[in-house]
C-alpha cells in the first residue's frame, strides 16, 4: 500500500462535507507510529512532545533540532498515514522566508510530508508562501499552546464574541491561504462547528466538536498513561496502570532471583 497524499486528504472534504471524519494521532517514536499507523490518516508528530516526552512545562522550550529527530523516527516507523511535524515555537513567526527555511529543514530531515503552525490571519501570508513553495500547511486555531503566554492559560476559547469572531476568521483566512486542513483545539462547540463551515478544507477537532471533519488526540492521553487529562480527552485505555503492574512484576522476579531462568540464559554446549 502507498502512502497517503496531501491532496488526498484534502479532497475527503468536498462541497463543505466530508465523506468519513479524518483520523489523526499523536507520534514521537518509530514504535508508537508502527503501531498507530494502520489506524490513522495521519500522525502528528506534536510539539506536546515537551510535557509528554520531555517533562518540559509548555511547548515553548522545542526547538528545531528535537522535531526533526522524533519526524524521521516517526516517517521511518510508518508507511501508509501522511506524517504532518509541528514547527516549534520561534521557528516561524519572524517572516515568511524564515518559516520556510526552518520547515524546509524539518522536512529534508525527516521526510515527512507537511507541517502544522500556530496562528490565524497574522499566519496567512506564511502559509500562501509556504504551499506555493512546495511545503503543505495545516494550520491550528483556537487554544494555541505556544501562545500560553499571551492567552494566560489553557481554557476554552470563544466563549465571548470577539473571540468567536476572531476564531472564525483566522480559520478563514488560513482556508484562503491555501491550508490544506486546520486544527481547531479548545473552542466552544458552535464556534468549531461555524468555522468547520466557513471553510473549504477539513478541521481537525481537539476540545472542539464531532462535526469537525476529523479529530486529533495526544496518543499518552487516548492511551490513558496519565492520571490528569484534560476534559475533553477520552481515555481508550489504562496504559499507566498496565506499565506499573508490569514492572512491578519484572522488579519482584529479579528481587527473588526469579528472573531470568534456564529459558532466558545462555549455557556452554
Ligand atoms: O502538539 C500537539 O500534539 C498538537 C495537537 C494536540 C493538535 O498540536
Ligand atoms: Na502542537
Known sequence: MRRLTVPKLRARKVDGVTDEPLVMLTAYTARQAQLLDPHCDMLL????????IYGLPSTIPVTLEMMANHAAAVVRGSYHSVVVVDMPFGSYETSPED???SAARLLKESGAAAVKLEGGEAMAETVAFLTQRGIPVMGHVGLTPQAVNVLGGYTARGRSDAEADKIVGDAKALDEAGAFAIVIEGVVEPIAIAA????????????A????????L??????????RVPRFVKRYGDIATTISE????YASEVRERSFPTEEQTYQPK
Open 45 to 52: 508528530v506534536g510539539d506536546s512532545l515537551a510535557q509528554v
Open 99 to 101: 518559516a520556510f527555511d
Open 196 to 207: 468547520t463551515e466557513a471553510v473549504s478544507c477539513p478541521t481537525i477537532g481537539i476540545g
Open 209 to 216: 466538536s464531532a462535526k469537525c471533519d476529523g479529530q486529533v
Open 218 to 227: 495526544v496518543t499518552e492521553d487516548m492511551l490513558g498513561m496519565f492520571e
Open 246 to 249: 508490569t514492572a512491578a512484576a
